[in-house]
């Protein structure tokens, strides 16, 4: 006899406990502990023996399905060639950045192409999905269109007939089932509602999208354990001040992760950003204090990326530190092994940090760009425009050299930079193009030289400071900038 009882679950974190609290103990969130009800079988289970399964070796034949490719070509890229049958991903992003309206794109382009496509909505109508169709310039495609929240009627009608190639659920946090007495979008639901659909895909081989919403930190709503039950979990990322889209996979069990796809929002939907490079640097005809070019990666994708720093002074007692698109806490490194190895002193100064086009890096081999803008900044002196610089700084000062040094460098001669300056080290200055210059550094006060080089003289400012750092290769430094 089946007998209820009720627990209380954490809605951030999934946690359980035996009674309410204010505050979960797992994760610190305050009101996010909730009461749901638990349908337990008396005696512990069904009592029935399980039965036995077949275990083969590592060797075999392997059936591949083929990848389903979206046309989408920036999609295909981050999916790492293609939607899987059988596989279930996760796309979340901000209210409004464009979830629905790519995926809508793509399974378009997928019913053109002859394979069929179920599109679930549980937040909008028919007729509002078929507006935004009709605005996106794809209402002539054969996209079977359903509006429904209950998760059983949802696979009653999905395997009525041909089973689905592709089959869009917008949003899981929307869908509920009967068997659990909880609210839609709380941890028992999402879990159960993405266990019953991702089995379904699995034995059918559909390939499974959930649209996800996320919290106000960016993160997927819900337990972590939706990202664990899929198989790949994309991000959609931009700034509402700017009209380009990052798609980014952070987990992917068929491809590459860390891979990102570029796209421009328009009127007619997203559209592909063929040169994404060109979009995060701006216009680099006028060369300004402050500014460098840093050659970054992005997965297997070399990425240019204009670095803006402004250094002002402060007549606060504790200086400002604003830091958009970066870790504020590498800043703070940054700005403490400049003071420490090279006599750079910023504590009385305002320091505001910017990653141009909204693009948010990530690895360390930023910090050569972000120490040239700054001391750029402090300086006056503009660096030269037709250079890039990459490399990670040592808490001893020292520059270390990073992977994919010859993709950055090659990226970057492709966009017609004539110089590069990065990390001593490796086989890095062996690859340098032939149409550019390499400039290896092997400390920070390498760098710092060169720009007080090309410094304006000003009796008593930083600038005099900074030349006293200058070594003996100084003209030779200056030649290569």
Not at 181 to 206: D, M, N, W
Not at 258 to 263: A, C, K, L, R, T
Not at 348 to 360: E, F, I, Q, R, T
Not at 450 to 468: F, N
Request: net charge negative; proline share 5%; with cysteine.
């Amino acid at each position: 006899m089946a007998k209820v009882t009720s627990r209380f679950v954490c809605q951030s974190c999934g946690a359980e406990t035996n009674k309410w609290a204010g505050k979960c103990e797992s994760c610190g969130e305050w009101n996010s502990v909730s009461e749901e009800a638990v349908t337990s079988v008396a005696g512990g289970g069904s009592g029935r023996k399980g039965r036995r399964i077949a275990l083969t070796g590592l060797k075999g034949e392997i059936e591949t399905p083929p990848r389903l490719e979206t046309g989408i070509a920036e999609l295909d890229r981050v999916t790492g060639g293609g939607l899987v049958p059988g596989s279930a991903l996760l796309v979340g992003g901000d209210p409004g950045i464009g979830k629905s309206t790519i995926l809508l794109q793509a399974v378009a382009s997928l019913a053109r192409k002859g394979a069929r496509t179920v599109y679930i909505s549980g937040e909008e109508s028919v007729a509002q999905v078929r507006l935004r169709a009709e605005r996106l310039g794809i209402a002539d495609a054969d996209v079977l269109l359903g509006a429904e929240t209950n998760v059983p009627d949802i696979l009653s009608t999905l395997s009525d007939g041909p089973a689905p190639s592709v089959v869009v659920v917008d949003s899981i946090q929307t869908l509920w089932t009967p068997a659990i007495e909880s609210a839609p979008g709380t941890v028992s639901q999402v879990r159960a509602t993405s266990e019953a659909l991702i089995r379904f895909a699995k034995q059918r081989s559909t390939c499974l999208i959930f649209v996800g919403h996320v919290t106000k930190d960016g993160q997927i709503a819900g337990p972590k354990v939706i990202e664990h039950m899929v198989d790949t979990v994309l991000y959609f990322e931009g700034e509402r001040g700017h009209q380009f889209r990052i798609l980014r996979a952070v987990k992917n069990r068929f491809g590459a992760t860390d891979e990102i796809g570029v796209f421009e929002m328009s009127d007619g939907g997203l559209r592909e950003v063929e040169n994404p490079s060109a979009l995060f640097m701006g216009e680099r005809d006028d060369p300004a204090p402050g500014s460098a070019v840093f050659a970054g990666m992005e997965g297997t994708r070399p990425l240019l990326v204009e670095v803006q720093a402004l250094v002002a002074p402060s007549a606060l007692g504790t200086p400002r530190r604003a830091v958009v698109g970066w870790d504020s806490s590498r800043l703070s490194m940054v700005l403490a092994v400049l003071e420490a190895h090279c006599g750079v002193v910023m504590a009385g100064h305002d320091v505001y940090l910017n990653v141009a086009g909204g693009m948010k890096v990530r690895e360390p081999a930023a910090d050569l760009a972000v120490a040239a803008a700054l001391v750029s900044s402090l300086t006056g002196a503009a660096l030269p425009s037709n250079s890039i610089l990459f490399g990670e700084i040592s808490l001893s000062g020292a520059a270390r050299p990073v992977a994919h040094g010859q993709a950055r460098l090659k990226e970057g001669a492709k966009l017609g930079f004539e110089h590069a300056i990065f990390a001593q080290g490796g086989s890095q200055a062996a690859t340098v193009p032939g149409e550019m210059t390499g400039r290896p550094v092997s400390n920070l006060a390498d760098l710092v030289a060169m720009i007080a080089v090309a410094a304006p003289s000003k009796p008593g400012t930083d600038t005099d400071v900074l030349r006293d750092l200058m070594p003996s290769s100084a003209p030779d430094v200056q030649l290569a900038l």
